[in-house]
């Protein structure tokens, strides 16, 4: 059973339990051993979790892999109920300091566009506070309990993790260190949402500004060969989510603004390559049509290499430089030196990108 074929099974269960169940036995050969390793190594069993009492699903998986799924689900829940506490205590303290903050990813893409906290594997919490803020932050973080990790924060950084016993905060004060210059900090706060949880509501990035964040976090990732299936699985749902509502033209004419459609239009050619979604959102399709002397991918077999190497494999952070140079200056030097080869190459139209069969 290769990659593909279990990145649509993991797809058809944002479509329900049937399509799941539907989609295990249409794979083409389907090993259940291989099949719980996939979902294993890339912590989805949050996201099975509902299918996992359905007759046919239990039918087509292991009889190991399911004890093993029963036996962590206390672990599972606790560890989330944890986060919850956490995220709660947080909130809380922020608000009555009057110090404003925005909780990411996490819960919040459990609770909006998961189905539930529970379906969404998570170590940790992370927060957005004002980069003006962040002295007043630290503190209240050390007033908590909470210790800074050891190690040097280089000057670029806009993160800093923190942990009190099994709790661990990523706090940020920007979206992405490359990021830092080039996205307008009052725009992310304008444009914040609400969202309701345990009760209360918690404030987080607009949908705009968390999809960004999504897709320079997975460049980034990419860049290490550390890119989980879970976030490609987080990107295929916010994009479900937001429909036809969401204008590809006018998100990556405000990223060019801000140097930043390339990384944002690269991701989202390796999603579409691998995840076999182009005909499910064809104005995403289309928006990366007009764009494609931006991508550094020349077919699916490429985005399959890219997302599947192992962590620190040499060949991606090459990829990662073109598809996001650090400024036009150096993207050039780069392409007439180091990269002279794939320059060439890249000028024959056969080897433009080629868009797979959906």
């Not at 990662?320 to 320059?343: H, K, V």
Request: hydrophobic share 45%; proline share 4%; glycine share 6%.
């Amino acid at each position: 059973m290769d990659y593909q074929a279990s990145i649509a099974t993991i797809k058809a269960l944002a479509h329900g339990i049937d399509a799941y169940a539907d989609a295990l036995q249409r794979a083409p050969a389907f090993d259940a051993d291989a099949h719980a390793a996939f979902l294993t190594r890339n912590k989805l069993i949050h996201w099975l979790e509902p299918a996992l009492d359905d007759a046919r699903v239990r039918r087509m998986l292991s009889a190991s892999f399911l004890q093993q799924a029963a036996e962590s689900a206390p672990a599972r829940r606790q560890r989330t109920e944890r986060l919850l506490s956490d995220c709660l205590e947080l909130r809380a303290t922020f608000e009555r300091e009057a110090v404003d903050c925005l909780f990411l990813k996490g819960l919040c893409f459990g609770q909006r566009f998961h189905g539930g906290i529970h379906r969404r594997h998570q170590q940790d919490v992370d927060v957005l506070v004002r980069s003006r803020d962040l002295p007043r932050a630290l503190a209240i973080f050390e007033q908590l309990g909470y210790a800074k990790d050891a190690g040097r924060i280089g000057e670029g950084a806009v993160r800093r993790s923190m942990h009190r016993g099994e709790s661990e905060v990523d706090v940020h004060w920007n979206l992405r260190r490359r990021a830092r210059r080039r996205v307008d900090e009052e725009q992310l706060w304008n444009a914040r949402l609400r969202f309701p949880l345990a009760g209360q509501t918690f404030e987080t990035l607009g949908d705009e500004h968390a999809l960004m964040f999504l897709l320079l976090a997975m460049c980034g990732d990419l860049r290490r060969g550390a890119c989980p299936v879970r976030c490609f699985l987080d990107l295929y749902l916010i994009l479900r989510a937001q429909g036809d509502a969401l204008d590809w033209e006018g998100f990556l004419a405000r990223r060019h603004a801000e140097s930043l459609d390339k990384p944002c239009v690269n991701v989202l050619a390796v999603f579409v390559s691998v995840w076999r979604v182009g005909a499910e959102f064809p104005g995403l399709r289309r928006a990366l049509e007009r764009r494609l002397a931006m991508v550094q991918i020349r077919d699916t077999a490429e985005a399959l290499a890219i997302v599947q190497r192992p962590r620190d494999n040499p060949e991606n952070p090459v990829w990662f430089q073109r598809a996001y140079p650090y400024d036009a200056f150096g993207d050039w030097a780069r392409r007439l030196t180091l990269d002279l080869p794939r320059t060439l190459s890249r000028l024959s139209p056969s080897q433009s990108f080629q868009w797979p069969v959906d």
